[in-house]
């Protein structure tokens, strides 16, 4: 299994990026999705996360109204769609998955509980 991140650059406080992660060894609409984050000297802290069939998502309380998750079954790939950006979310973002047996469940905050996550990407605002 890869999941592989990418489409992070160095950004000015404000602007915008939009992150993918492409999966490919498993079954990606037997997975729900979930983008965390890792910023120098801190814990992997969850950022969003998808269900099955795209339409139920959860949004960690710092970055709502702001960072919009998606997914592509087609394509195998989510996405993390990040307007407004501060400086503090400098990081490297990862993308992660979790095999779910009901469609619309959404996965949890703990990065603990997914099965697989891959190479991450790194974003950097600047003020």
């Known amino acids: 299994v890869q999941l592989q991140a990418f489409g992070g650059a160095l950004v000015q406080a404000g602007g915008s990026l939009r992150l993918s992660c492409a999966a490919s060894?498993?079954?990606?609409?037997?997975?729900?999705m979930g983008w965390f984050r890792q910023g120098l000297g801190n814990e992997r802290e969850f950022v969003a996360a998808?269900?099955?069939?795209?339409?139920?998502?959860h949004y960690a309380d710092s970055v709502k109204g702001r960072f919009t998750i998606s997914r592509d079954n087609a394509k195998n790939t989510v996405y993390l769609q990040m307007n407004s950006l501060k400086v503090e979310e400098t990081a490297v973002y990862y993308c992660?998955?979790?095999?779910?047996?009901?469609?619309?469940?959404?996965?949890?905050?703990?990065?603990?509980?997914?099965?697989?996550w891959g190479q991450g990407t790194l974003v950097t605002v600047s003020s």
């Open positions: 060894g498993l079954t990606f609409s037997t997975y729900a």
């Open positions: 998808i269900d099955r069939s795209g339409g139920g998502n």
């Open positions: 992660e998955a979790r095999r779910m047996s009901y469609y619309f469940t959404i996965p949890g905050t703990n990065p603990g509980a997914y099965d697989y």
